[in-house]
């Protein structure tokens, strides 16, 4: 079985992000970027996958520009066997990326799309449902256990109340939550194996998709900031401001 | 052009966050129908009929719509969303993965974690973890939506008038499969609804600590209970805890945050409550930059003492 896992190179999780004063956007000069935390999950889950004898072979995608090479690399190294870049410089929004994660599924035909459930800079949550409604695959969002077996995935997912349990047919998308494993690191030795692993840059301009943006971003600004607060010296003082300026309780 | 808000329910009774959805699909168009997707769901049909400002409720059910699973559910919307221009479901787990999968059948962009309509086709939505707010305009005819309900008013519950109507199921099951379900039982308040939040960090150190400290706070308060990413993983509390960028988003009139250090990803989920409070032993904690009261300390005294002291 194989297992296609999507990427996206975001600002680092640790990264303050700063608003640009022009309001066109976020300051990304100089900025670390890294693979998206959900999306490490995903690739850790396929290489146990792996490892564990279920799936014979990995294989990782990331649209984007020229530097996505670097997020590939790095999924080569905690153990995807070989990549994609689907490179172009224009800005790629959910729906496009779906389009394009459809067309290479159609022609890789793997038992299993996983990816993470959102991606940390814009937040959409939207890229894996997308690729499985474009597919006609069924789907299970916010993984927290996948098991696979009998052409099925089992996919414990986590919910507002609590964990719900569903079986999907395959082919199927997984998107990942935080609790479906903790990524290992990449040891010195794999990141130089990883080096040699095959990558297939493949312009997305060659692809026939319309991946036009459909949004328009109009402004980024600043969210209201919170007047700084005060601390108290102690539980009773605590308690006077909470009932008698709050007032909340 | 009219809007159809997604009833967010379990068949049996419907859930709050329809409302702050239904003021926000009052902000797209005046003439506001709700779509109730399920099975044996009257008594949510009936609930949606009374809220202020809904014209009509759509019933859909069907056995194999009962555990809402995406792909059924995404089915009747589509066919739906036709005569509709602004198809809006509230940003729970069942909105965050419905409606991606419509708006790609309908070949539309989707807007997520919407926090205001500005005009019919232009919305404010935050990104990177709430650290920027990006004012975003669709292309496309037809606005497939999610909305944090933290940035709408509820609707009132009642005083409508709507008309229940019934329609037929599309066919389709799909290749999905509903096997269990394990929903945490609690007497407290819903997280997302509550007045007032009592949560905990890795500072609690263990599950015992958040019975043995948190919990009776939270009773004295009548407030729910919430935690951070770190809490949960460290499984003192099941998930559905989980306040942040990737958890839920509340924004009670009172947070308590207690021996929570708070992360970014962690203020991206309270940082809009009315009142923050912070108890962290450690002075220089970033939780204290959002807290309106902080108080330095060790949270196995202070706690106690505030229970003791409400
Ligand atoms: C992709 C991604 C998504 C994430 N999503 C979320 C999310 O949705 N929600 C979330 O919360 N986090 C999220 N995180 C994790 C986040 O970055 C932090 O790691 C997490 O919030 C830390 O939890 P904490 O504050 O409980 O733990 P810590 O950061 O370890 O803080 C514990 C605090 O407790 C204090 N403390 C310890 N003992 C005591 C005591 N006896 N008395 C008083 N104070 C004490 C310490 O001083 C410290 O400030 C996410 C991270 C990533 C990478």
Redesign the interface.
């Known amino acids: 079985m194989k297992i296609l896992v999507a990427v996206k190179r975001v600002v680092d999780f640790n990264v303050k992000v700063r608003v640009k004063a022009d309001q066109s956007g976020v300051d990304l000069a100089n900025v670390k970027m890294s693979m998206n935390p959900f999306d490490e999950i995903a690739i850790e889950e396929a290489v146990r996958l792996k490892e564990a004898g279920i799936a014979t072979e990995v294989v990782v995608i990331s649209a984007g520009p020229t530097q996505c090479q670097e997020t590939l690399r790095t999924a080569l190294a905690i153990g995807a066997d070989r990549a994609i870049l689907a490179e172009t410089d224009a800005e790629l929004q959910p729906l496009a990326v779906a389009k394009i994660l459809k067309a290479v599924c159609e022609k890789e035909q793997p038992q299993l799309l996983i990816m993470g459930k959102q991606a940390i800079d814009d937040d959409s949550n939207q890229t894996g449902q997308m690729a499985a409604a474009l597919l006609g695959w069924p789907q299970a969002t916010f993984a927290s256990k996948l098991t696979v077996a009998n052409g099925e995935a089992t996919v414990i997912r986590e919910v507002d109340g609590g964990l719900e349990t569903i079986a999907l047919t395959l082919p199927a998308v997984v998107t990942t939550d935080l609790r479906l494993n903790e990524p290992r690191y990449a040891t010195l030795p794999n990141i130089m194996k990883a080096k040699k692993k095959p990558l297939d840059v493949q312009p997305v301009a060659a692809m026939g998709i319309d991946v036009a943006p459909r949004l328009k971003t109009l402004k980024v600004t600043e969210p209201p900031k919170r007047s700084g607060g005060i601390k108290v010296a102690d539980v009773a003082a605590l308690v006077a401001k909470l009932k008698n300026e709050a007032k909340v309780i | 052009m009219t809007a159809l808000v997604i009833a967010e329910h379990d068949n049996q009774s419907l859930k709050a966050a329809t409302l702050n959805t239904v003021t926000a699909a009052l902000a797209c168009s005046s003439e506001v129908d709700v779509l109730v997707v399920g099975n044996a769901a009257e008594a949510v049909a009936q609930a949606a009929a009374q809220i202020t400002g809904v014209r009509k409720v759509i019933l859909v059910e069907a056995d194999f719509l009962a555990d809402q699973?995406?792909?059924p559910v995404?089915e009747q919307i589509v066919v739906l969303a036709a005569a509709y221009e602004h198809v809006l479901a509230p940003s729970?787990?069942?909105g965050?993965?419905?409606?991606?999968?419509?708006?790609?059948?309908l070949?539309?962009?989707?807007?997520?974690?919407i926090i205001k309509v500005v005009s019919t086709d232009?919305f404010e939505r935050?990104?990177?973890?709430?650290?920027?707010?990006?004012?975003?305009?669709?292309?496309?005819a037809k606005k497939v939506i999610t909305v944090r309900t933290t940035g709408f008013n509820p609707a009132a519950a009642t005083g409508g008038a709507g008309a229940v109507e019934k329609q037929a199921a599309q066919a389709g099951a799909?290749?999905?499969?509903?096997?269990?379900?394990?929903?945490?039982k609690s007497d407290r308040p819903e997280l997302?609804a509550a007045k007032?939040i009592v949560s905990g960090g890795r500072g609690l150190g263990s599950g015992e600590n958040f019975k043995k400290v948190l919990e009776p706070l939270a009773d004295k308060?009548n407030a729910a209970i919430g935690a951070s990413?770190a809490a949960?993983?460290a499984g003192f509390v099941?998930?559905?805890y989980q306040v942040g960028?990737?958890g839920?988003i509340v924004a009670p009139?009172?947070y308590i945050a207690v021996g929570i250090s708070g992360a970014?990803?962690h203020l991206a989920g309270m940082?809009d409550s009315?009142?923050?409070?912070a108890i962290n032993k450690d002075?220089d904690a970033p939780i204290?930059?959002?807290?309106?009261?902080?108080?330095?300390g060790d949270l196995f005294e202070?706690v106690p003492?505030?229970v003791k002291?409400?």
């Open positions: 699973l995406s792909e995404a729970t787990a069942h965050k993965n419905v409606m991606p999968r419509v708006a790609a059948k070949d539309v962009a989707q807007l997520t974690d232009t935050p990104i990177y973890a709430g650290s920027a707010i990006a004012t975003v305009q669709t292309a496309d799909g290749k999905s499969r509903f096997v269990s379900r394990e929903l945490t997302t007032i308060l990413r949960v993983d099941t998930n559905d960028q990737t839920k009139q009172l970014i990803q940082k009315k009142v923050i409070v002075p204290f930059e959002v807290a309106d009261y902080g108080l330095v202070a003492e505030l002291a409400l």
